[in-house]
């Protein structure tokens, strides 16, 4: 990785596994996504991982074609708890990771302004076009993650098995989690209960890697 500036980026979504997050780097289609993705700049890996947790709620909505099905997002307006992935990485790298979530490769943000003003709202109609940021690592570094800025554009929906199984991934092997505290954790997010339940849950985690 170069010198340039770094920034911690939760991902709470598919990017809760380290796996998905590389493909978002080094390009390429992430397991279960019917789409590749070309990659940042900088193709590194991540400087630093650790488990981390957002202050607000995790929700599933809208409809992408990437996946079949739903995504995730955090709610800022509600107080609750999401686990997340921290990766520390540089600026331009969690830009290009910003840009692909939305599909927008002209997309451009300073982070660094956005996260010391507490994030800013890009665009309300991209599904990730609100940074959110805050202290949540205590690292003494800012911390971004990025969500939708008006939860009504992508109504509750349940998200389709190959988009959960990445986020079991990430919370068996980063945030420590078994299969029943999974289940439990995806069940009690908006949209999940629309079409999945407790024992197709267990089952999806249990099986997830």
Known sequence: MSTAARIWYLGYGSNLDPARLRRYLAGGRAPGATRATPGARDPSPPEAIRAATLPHPLRFGGD??????????????????????????????????????????????????????????????????QVLAGDWLDVGEPAVTFTCADTSRWPDAPPPAAYLERLCAGLRTVAGLSTDEIAAYLLGADGVALHWSRERLVHLAARAG
């Not at 997340?84 to 910003?98: F, R």
Request: hydrophobic share 40%; aromatic share 8%.
């Open 64 to 129: 992408f074609a990437t996946w079949g099905g739903a995504a995730a997002f955090v709610d800022p307006a509600r107080i609750g708890a999401a686990h997340a992935t921290a990766y520390l990485l540089t600026t331009e790298q969690a830009e290009d990771v910003l840009r692909q979530e939305n599909g927008r490769p002209d997309l451009t943000v300073d982070l660094v302004a956005a996260a010391k003003r507490g994030g800013t709202t890009l665009d309300p109609e991209l599904p990730y076009g």
